[in-house]
């Protein structure tokens, strides 16, 4: 149980930092943590999620088996996961744009 808590620590404060690194941008994101990952709701079909040791989410493309690919980043290293994740949202809300 006190190995649980104490990822479930670290992975809400590698989200939490993420989650301010985007706010910096102008990404605004809901924080969810249990269970140890924590989870950055920032729009549809994006959707962060960490472990404290490093990030995921689905990149927007899919292999040639038909599987979602994903894109990772350090946990530590959240400025660049910040940038990343930004041009992600870009990506879908220009998509989303074009499709209204």
Known sequence: MHLQHDQQV???IAAEQLRRNLAGLGVVA??????GLALLSVW???VVWTDGHCFRWWAGRTSIQGR???AFCPANDTAT???RVARRYVELRTSDDAQS
């Open 68 to 70: 979602k690919v994903y």
């Open 44 to 46: 549809t079909d994006l």
């Open 81 to 83: 996961a910040a940038r």
């Open 10 to 12: 670290v992975a809400h």
């Open 30 to 35: 809901d924080l969810h943590s249990d269970y």
